[in-house]
């Protein structure tokens, strides 16, 4: 069974020619409208409010504990916003825990920084975190992505979980949690930067006011 579908549409740079954004779908789930796919990926959008943090790559991987601080945090603060529909803090707080310390985990300077942006859209929360990757990074990436793409997603999920087990990595784990565990549909893009390297940002909306248990583990 193929995991997901990727379509891309590409556009200019103001900086530098590389511009690309990308939406993820599970190839079993139901057609995604195009409405639905313009959304994900439409950058100016109706919001009710807002949320910006900017953290410091290396104190999250120094305290590896403040992804999960960080994480808890935002999940609690939009859970009295949505208390009335029985919104799952504790989806919410792992969705947001994985991206972060994916973003954490493969910034590529020290002194980089994550940004997450929370954005209340009534009946879903969109959650953009961005990086800065280097060429290699961004390869690896979009190498993870192509293997999803091709293969089975519970052998996928399988097979890093066994690597996680054994203590010899689990690469990747996070994005396949997001895509098998929670059926997340997820957007990203790439922003080549005056540096050397890449903009990552990845993008997700979590429906909030209704399948609520489609999101419980």
């Not at 293997?147 to 399988?158: A, R």
Request: charged share 25%; aromatic share 10%.
């Amino acid at each position: 069974m193929s995991f997901v579908t990727l379509t891309s549409t590409k556009q200019t740079n103001p900086i530098k020619a590389e511009h690309s954004q990308n939406y993820i779908q599970m190839k079993n789930e139901k057609p995604v409208t195009t409405e639905n796919k313009s959304l994900l990926l439409e950058q100016k959008i109706f919001f009710h409010s807002q949320l910006s943090i900017a953290v410091s790559a290396a104190d999250m991987n120094f305290y590896w504990k403040r992804c999960d601080v960080l994480s808890n945090f935002i999940s609690q603060f939009y859970f009295h916003s949505y208390e009335a529909k029985k919104l799952d803090k504790n989806a919410i707080s792992t969705i947001i825990n994985e991206l972060v310390e994916n973003a954490a985990k493969y910034s590529d300077k020290e002194n980089s920084t994550v940004y997450i942006e929370i954005k209340d859209l009534g009946t879903d929360l969109r959650l953009e975190v961005k990086n800065h990757v280097t060429p290699w990074m961004k390869a690896i990436f979009e190498n993870k992505i192509q293997t999803i793409k091709d293969g089975d997603i519970n052998q996928l999920y399988f097979d890093a979980l066994e690597s996680r087990n054994n203590g010899s990595g689990s690469e990747g784990m996070g994005l396949l949690i997001l895509l098998k565990d929670y059926q997340l549909k997820l957007a990203y893009e790439f922003n080549e930067t005056e540096e050397h390297g890449f903009d990552l940002t990845i993008r997700v909306h979590i429906p909030v006011e209704s399948n609520q248990k489609d999101l419980a583990l």
